[in-house]
């Protein structure tokens, strides 16, 4: 069984602290490690090395604080397959899934090697007779970055990358249920020639995020995880005055107007609501299907959930396993709490003959009353509730009624519906004939409302923003003052 470590100052370190947790093989329902949660003493540590690696990291010249990230990409590529793997391995998703996962995770470091260029900001010669003002970016310190379980190789790359060069240094806590592809980043960050103390690793849970906010060395927060706790890191955060960007939960519905293409648009919501197991916060999880889209897609979305093929990440599958034995539990709970409230489940994926592991198979729900609840809870596991709607405008009153605002998507022909639904959805990413719209990494990975606290977002130009204070400089030089040359 593998040993999870924490790391600072650039070594490896046994982990003291005496609370463990397993880390499982969602697919097979098997330990393959013990996480140890870090005590106050090995947080503070990693702080401190952190704070005084950005002492004189932020001194090196930007264009050498790049070459690092430039060495990671041709590692990130050498070892594509086994980070793939272990993402698998720890998390369930298809090696499919992983590898789009990886790849999104080196695009942010190839935007992030462009720095020298991001970093520039503004000049304005001439304001007043002899005087000059212009702003500098730079680094704000000690960043700590809390990670969800899903996404574990890219979600830490919304933001490692840009925060170490614009000269921050970075504390990595990688969900507790997913502590092993954070072990192999960080070998390859070291390998890469990143400095002892420039980015550090310190596992664990809830107490841990805690203690990083609280630190008074740590200057920012970033955070990605439920909305529940993505609000109690906001709020705890701004209490110490920090810098904070808090990304949350999230119900993505996705509206199909009757004339939207029936074969790509099913295989595309079904990829959406199924793919990651639905473990994704892009995940459609509400098909809103307007006026006459009702029979054509009901019909083929229900035939997708039956047909789609799960079982373990590593085998030829299009859907592995939900990540824990209780995150199967709460699904199952919601699911009859669903039908206790008179809707059915017209695919009903708890009944399957895969025998160990945590899967639940597609589900579709429909008949849920509008009023309820559970219409609006996030079930963050493949199922996809069928909603029925007159109209484009009753359908864009739903998607701006939730609490939620990560995603909506619409599905048409009409290029003035598309223009409308865009402009009209009240959510931070949008889609119009794709079903999920994750922004590349030199867009901000946006979000609204209950799925996003702050006001910078993760990846691209936010992310350089989000890691910098921008100064800015006003000079006079008087001809008076001058020799003459
Ligand atoms: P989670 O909120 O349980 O945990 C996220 C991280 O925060 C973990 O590292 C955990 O140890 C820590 N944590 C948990 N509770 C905390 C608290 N009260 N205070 C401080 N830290 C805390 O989330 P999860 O189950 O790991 O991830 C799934 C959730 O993340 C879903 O709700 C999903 O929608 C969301 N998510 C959102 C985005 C996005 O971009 N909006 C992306 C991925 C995942």
Same mark, same amino acid.
Not at 89 to 108: D, F, P, Q, Y
Not at 158 to 167: E, K, L, Q, R, S
Not at 276 to 286: I, T
């Given at each position: 069984?593998?040993?999870?470590?924490?790391?600072?100052?650039?070594?490896?370190?046994?982990?003291?602290?005496?609370?463990?947790?397993?880390?499982?093989?969602?697919?097979?329902?098997?330990?393959?490690?013990?996480?140890?949660?870090?005590?106050?003493?090995?947080?503070?540590?990693?702080?401190?090395?952190?704070?005084?690696?950005?002492?004189?990291?932020?001194?090196?010249?930007?264009?050498?604080?790049?070459?690092?990230?430039?060495?990671?990409?041709?590692?990130?590529?050498?070892?594509?397959?086994?980070?793939?793997?272990?993402?698998?391995?720890?998390?369930?998703?298809?090696?499919?899934?992983?590898?789009?996962?990886?790849?999104?995770?080196?695009?942010?470091?190839?935007?992030?090697?462009?720095?020298?260029?991001?970093?520039?900001?503004?000049?304005?010669?001439?304001?007043?007779?002899?005087?000059?003002?212009?702003?500098?970016?730079?680094?704000?310190?000690?960043?700590?970055?809390?990670?969800?379980?899903?996404?574990?190789?890219?979600?830490?790359?919304?933001?490692?990358?840009?925060?170490?060069?614009?000269?921050?240094?970075?504390?990595?806590?990688?969900?507790?249920?997913?502590?092993?592809?954070?072990?192999?980043?960080?070998?390859?960050?070291?390998?890469?020639?990143?400095?002892?103390?420039?980015?550090?690793?310190?596992?664990?849970?809830?107490?841990?995020?805690?203690?990083?906010?609280?630190?008074?060395?740590?200057?920012?927060?970033?955070?990605?995880?439920?909305?529940?706790?993505?609000?109690?890191?906001?709020?705890?955060?701004?209490?110490?005055?920090?810098?904070?960007?808090?990304?949350?939960?999230?119900?993505?519905?996705?509206?199909?107007?009757?004339?939207?293409?029936?074969?790509?648009?099913?295989?595309?919501?079904?990829?959406?609501?199924?793919?990651?197991?639905?473990?994704?916060?892009?995940?459609?999880?509400?098909?809103?299907?307007?006026?006459?889209?009702?029979?054509?897609?009901?019909?083929?979305?229900?035939?997708?959930?039956?047909?789609?093929?799960?079982?373990?990440?590593?085998?030829?599958?299009?859907?592995?396993?939900?990540?824990?034995?209780?995150?199967?539990?709460?699904?199952?709970?919601?699911?009859?709490?669903?039908? &206790?409230?008179?809707?059915?489940?017209?695919?009903?994926?708890?009944?399957?003959?895969?025998?160990?592991?945590?899967?639940?198979?597609?589900?579709?729900?429909?008949?849920?009353?509008?009023?309820?609840?559970?219409? &609006?809870?996030?079930?963050?596991?493949?199922?996809?509730?069928?909603?029925?709607?007159?109209?484009?405008?009753?359908?864009?009153?739903?998607?701006?009624?939730?609490?939620?605002?990560?995603?909506?998507?619409?599905?048409?022909?009409?290029?003035?519906?598309?223009?409308?639904?865009?402009?009209?959805?009240?959510?931070?990413?949008?889609?119009?004939?794709?079903?999920?719209?994750?922004?590349?990494?030199?867009?901000?990975?946006?979000?609204?409302?209950?799925?996003?606290?702050?006001?910078?977002?993760?990846?691209?130009?936010?992310?350089?923003?989000?890691?910098?204070?921008?100064?800015?400089?006003?000079? &006079?030089?008087?001809?008076?003052?001058?020799?003459?040359?």
């Amino acid at each position: 069984m593998q040993d999870v470590y924490h790391y600072w100052a650039g070594e490896w370190r046994k982990p003291q602290g005496t609370v463990s947790l397993p880390v499982h093989d969602p697919a097979k329902a098997e330990q393959v490690a013990q996480v140890f949660v870090a005590d106050a003493s090995e947080v503070n540590a990693a702080v401190e090395a952190a704070h005084s690696a950005f002492r004189s990291w932020r001194q090196v010249p930007v264009t050498e604080r790049v070459q690092p990230l430039f060495r990671l990409k041709a590692v990130l590529e050498r070892d594509f397959e086994a980070l793939a793997r272990t993402i698998t391995l720890e998390c369930g998703k298809t090696l499919a899934e992983s590898r789009g996962e990886m790849r999104r995770a080196i695009e942010n470091v190839e935007t992030a090697c462009g720095m020298p260029y991001l970093l520039q900001s503004g000049f304005n010669e001439g304001i007043a007779a002899g005087i000059d003002e212009f702003s500098i970016r730079q680094p704000l310190g000690v960043a700590a970055i809390l990670c969800p379980f899903n996404f574990p190789g890219m979600i830490p790359f919304w933001f490692v990358p840009y925060a170490i060069a614009v000269g921050c240094s970075v504390v990595i806590k990688p969900s507790e249920r997913v502590p092993l592809t954070m072990q192999m980043l960080m070998q390859l960050m070291q390998e890469s020639g990143v400095p002892a103390g420039v980015v550090n690793v310190i596992n664990g849970g809830r107490s841990v995020s805690e203690a990083l906010i609280a630190h008074p060395h740590v200057r920012s927060i970033s955070f990605v995880g439920s909305s529940t706790a993505a609000r109690n890191v906001y709020t705890q955060a701004a209490s110490y005055g920090k810098r904070v960007q808090c990304q949350g939960g999230a119900k993505n519905p996705v509206v199909i107007l009757p004339d939207a293409d029936l074969e790509t648009t099913t295989a595309v919501i079904a990829d959406s609501a199924f793919g990651c197991a639905g473990q994704r916060c892009l995940a459609a999880s509400v098909a809103i299907l307007v006026g006459e889209a009702k029979h054509p897609f009901g019909d083929s979305l229900r035939e997708s959930a039956v047909s789609r093929k799960t079982g373990n990440g590593f085998d030829d599958v299009q859907m592995g396993p939900v990540i824990s034995d209780a995150s199967r539990t709460r699904i199952h709970g919601l699911l009859e709490d669903i039908e &206790r409230s008179g809707a059915r489940l017209s695919v009903d994926g708890r009944q399957h003959d895969l025998a160990s592991g945590y899967f639940v198979r597609p589900t579709i729900v429909e008949g849920l009353r509008e009023a309820s609840e559970l219409l &609006r809870t996030e079930i963050f596991g493949p199922v996809l509730t069928l909603v029925e709607k007159p109209s484009i405008e009753a359908a864009l009153e739903f998607v701006n009624s939730g609490a939620y605002g990560n995603m909506a998507c619409l599905f048409t022909r009409s290029g003035e519906a598309a223009r409308r639904f865009r402009s009209e959805a009240e959510v931070g990413n949008v889609g119009i004939n794709v079903g999920v719209a994750a922004p590349m990494s030199f867009f901000p990975f946006s979000g609204a409302r209950e799925s996003f606290f702050g006001d910078l977002h993760g990846q691209g130009k936010d992310a350089v923003r989000f890691f910098t204070n921008e100064k800015v400089v006003v000079e &006079r030089w008087p001809k008076e003052w001058s020799r003459k040359f």
